[in-house]
């Protein structure tokens, strides 16, 4: 009849009577274990070369960050530049630049005047 503690029946003792006719199909002589250890020897320095390599190249980021943070800040200020050079080329900015140039700073009558430079404000009480 139907036993339900037989070990037979249970999934994990199946597995690991495969693993055993697996093991034993294996081919056995003295060249098995040397192709064991040489396997494990393989995997273990490919995964001491991955390492080094990672690190290599965490370094070399780390290294490289200021170099491209310069670089940008570099190009940033000349992206400012460009764009307050074109802010300043409008109508007005060009007439004055025309005018100083063309007329010696002395405009003509009847053109606009646009007043650049420092300026004070200067005292009423001193004047009256």
Same mark, same amino acid.
């Given at each position: 009849? &139907?036993?339900?503690?037989?070990? *037979?029946?249970?999934? $994990?003792?199946?597995?690991?009577?495969?693993?055993?006719? =697996?093991?034993?199909?294996?081919? =056995?002589?003295?060249?098995? /274990?040397?192709?064991?250890?040489?396997?494990?020897?393989? &995997?273990?320095?490919?995964?001491? %070369?991955? @390492? %080094?390599?990672?690190? &290599?190249?965490?370094?070399? /980021?780390?290294?490289?960050?200021?170099? %491209? +943070?310069?670089?940008?800040?570099?190009?940033?200020?000349?992206? *400012?530049?460009?764009? $307050?050079?074109? $802010?300043?080329?409008?109508?007005?900015?060009? #007439?004055? =630049?025309?005018?100083? @140039?063309?007329? *010696? /700073? +002395?405009?003509?009558?009847?053109?606009?005047?646009?007043?650049?430079?420092?300026?004070? %404000? +200067?005292?009423? #009480? +001193?004047?009256?």
């Amino acid at each position: 009849m &139907f036993d339900r503690n037989d070990p *037979r029946r249970n999934a $994990a003792w199946q597995a690991a009577q495969q693993w055993r006719t =697996r093991a034993n199909q294996a081919p =056995r002589g003295p060249l098995g /274990g040397l192709k064991l250890i040489l396997t494990w020897l393989l &995997f273990g320095l490919l995964l001491i %070369v991955g @390492t %080094v390599l990672g690190l &290599f190249f965490l370094l070399l /980021g780390w290294a490289m960050l200021p170099i %491209v +943070r310069y670089r940008m800040k570099k190009r940033l200020e000349q992206i *400012r530049a460009e764009q $307050a050079k074109d $802010a300043g080329s409008g109508y007005h900015y060009s #007439e004055t =630049r025309y005018r100083e @140039t063309h007329h *010696r /700073g +002395r405009p003509s009558p009847g053109e606009h005047e646009l007043l650049e430079g420092d300026y004070q %404000v +200067r005292d009423d #009480e +001193r004047n009256g």
